[in-house]
Nanobody, 114 residues
């Protein structure tokens, strides 16, 4: 089993920044990639960014140049640095780990509003 706990969400004004963190525990050695997804009201959950154990990262087109995913393998933490936030970034953000299965965190709310 792999457990994920997110933190760092909140309310921010347009153009602002936030950093999300996700701590993984359990069968860490089984994880080969981690990522962040988001789900806005009335919309499907979508991939925001993903990073492999080897550090290969990819971002959704909608966040390229604004969001950066990184990973501290020693501490089993994955981060999502979000800059130049827009109202359309408002969503619940979920941490994801890919292993023999898939694990999800409980989600953290990010609200971008003036």
């Amino acid at each position: 089993q792999v457990q994920l706990v997110e933190s760092g969400g909140g309310l921010v004004q347009p153009g602002g920044s936030l950093r999300l963190s996700c701590v993984a525990s359990g069968l860490i050695s089984s994880i080969y990639a981690m990522g962040w997804y988001r789900q806005a009201p009335g919309k499907q959950r979508e991939l925001v960014a993903r990073i492999t154990n080897g550090g290969v990262a990819n971002n959704a087109d909608s966040v390229k140049g604004r969001f950066t995913i990184s990973r501290d393998n020693a501490k089993n933490i994955v981060y999502l640095e979000m800059a130049d936030l827009k109202p359309e970034d408002t969503a619940v953000y979920y941490c994801n780990a890919e292993h023999w299965g898939v694990s999800w965190g409980q989600g953290t709310q990010v609200t971008v509003s003036a």
